[in-house]
């Protein structure tokens, strides 16, 4: 398994969740990396990225502020911090990686790799 995310689970609204993604060392070096997330009936969508050197991140505007991505390279692992999370947070949360344009957001076609998801349920 090149990408394994974990530490979904249900919280109420408002509480905090940490998610991690571990990352095999041929997946994670020099790869910029991403959440994503999937509602039910939704398509998928961009949540943040980090670039491989962790100095830029991007969010998706209904995150920024609650929610904050990093990385550490030592461990080749990647967080997301969330935090006054709502019901519409929950999804089904997949971690990412590969290569994007300068500054630009990661997008699902410059992923080259996708890890196996982990569940959010917010409840009201």
């Known amino acids: 398994v090149q990408l394994q995310a974990s530490g979904g689970g249900l919280v109420q609204a408002g509480g905090s969740l940490r998610l991690s993604c571990a990352a095999s060392?041929?997946?994670?070096?020099?790869?910029?990396m991403g959440w994503f997330r999937q509602a039910p009936g939704k398509e998928r969508e961009f949540v943040a990225d980090?670039?491989?050197?962790?100095?830029?991140?991007n969010y998706a505007a209904s995150v920024k502020g609650r929610f904050a991505i990093s990385r550490d390279n030592a461990k080749k692992t990647l967080f997301l911090q969330m935090s006054s999370l709502k019901t519409e947070d929950t999804a089904i949360y997949y971690c990412?990686?590969?290569?994007?344009?300068?500054?630009?957001?990661?997008?699902?076609?410059?992923?080259?790799?996708w890890g196996r998801g982990t569940l959010v349920t917010v409840s009201s």
């Open positions: 990412a990686a590969g290569n994007k344009h300068y500054y630009d957001p990661l997008r699902a076609t410059d992923v080259d790799s």
């Open positions: 060392e041929r997946t994670y070096n020099n790869h910029d």
């Open positions: 980090i670039n491989w050197r962790g100095s830029y991140k």
